[in-house]
DNA sequence: CACGTGAATATTGTATACGATTGGCGGTTG
DNA sequence: CAACCGCCAATCGTATACAATATTCACGTG
């Protein structure tokens, strides 16, 4: 067993046909709604105007509903709904002090086993990223960035871990676009990943640790000044 | 008709105080027939069982099912069913690991807003704690060492790191019983209970932080060397 | 005029019924 | 004799229908 977080990288992200399950379908749309933002936090959802929308009935939109508050995106209050989460600037810190605590830890035991297909596939996706970057499609961001770090990680042997870390970068990942369609952090962010990608090819483990660490440290900074200056976050 | 379990508890699951929902009581009753062990890893639950036994419909089931799957105690695959889960030796290693890299960490943040009222708390969790091991009351030990340990990780100011050690130290438990009932653990781990009290109300923070961290590991590593050898762990 | 109280309404929670998918079994065939 | 194919039973997934609960608003009362 262990096979808890080893498929999600296979299957889960595969293609938006390939679900078994209706609920399944709709977990994903709703996932996809509220992480680009179209579904803010506070937002109710109500069941019916979902299972319309979707020309369903409610069971499946209430299973969808229980997944999603699962990856902690929505709240379900007994008898009163569900509601779309939002993360406070307190929560925000504390993530990004946990992804600070965690990753460099894992890159660390995961460097010198990443092989030359990872590193193949890691530079595809820096590539994918700061093209999206300059076009501008901040939709993407998140995943690209989700899929970089992970990826990195992924031979740390730690596979607990590594399902936490996911669920941090998708909390970060929500608010980050506020932070990278207002600052310059972006060309920062990507040459950071590639001087990290090239560390861990020299086998300085070490100093790509350091780096990703410095490299978070400064994500999460940058990030909570913002929020803390456009304090009408909930 | 084989197993009516509903018959030692006599309040039926649907007039459970506390739950406002049938769906969230079974939950509740099934997860903690998983954490005592009363449902093994990889035994199969089916949702026709499992609704005749409590009496009520298919989907509060359901429900259920999803929610335990939220906090990874099963595992559901479409069109097959759910299945208790278990941890192989890498996760428990990583689990503990995980305590080890963010329990002192979260000490060191809350000991000193630890007030009187806690301390009593505390203290008294670790009286509850070493009578019922005196007793040999197995099934309540995990529940009070988890809030034991929560509780003096309660003023850290890191809401998310708080819910992701609750969730480490859940899984802990299961296996946990395990060494309890085998080793002589019991009696060293209410003395470093103890003593990592002591030094918070001393003010010893980081005296305390290191204890903790020494009491994670060794329990971790006590752990693993147990199931090492009951190799039966699947 | 403020405020508690009650019924009406909207929304969620659960039961029952039907359809869809999976896995196994027996028959057939090379 | 082994392997393949189609049928059947078991189980899960979803739709529809009903019940329970929270919210709203009008109403009467102090």
Redesign the pocket.
Known sequence: MAVTAQERGTRSVAGGLGH????AAVAEALRQRILSGALAPGV?????ALAEEFG?????I??ALLQLEAGGLVK?V?????VVTGLSVEEIEDVFQLRVSLEPQLLILSARHLTPEDFAELRSLRDEYSTALKAGTVETWGELNRRFHLGLLRHAGRPRSLAIIAGLLQDCDRPTRLQLSVTGDVARADMEHTAILDLCEAGEVVAAANLLRIHVEHAGRSLVEIYRKSAAAV
Chains 1, 2 share one sequence.
């Open positions: 078994r399950t209706v609920s109710q959802l109500r069941q019916d369903i009935s409610r069971i499946p209430r299973e379900i007994p008898h009163r709904g569900a």
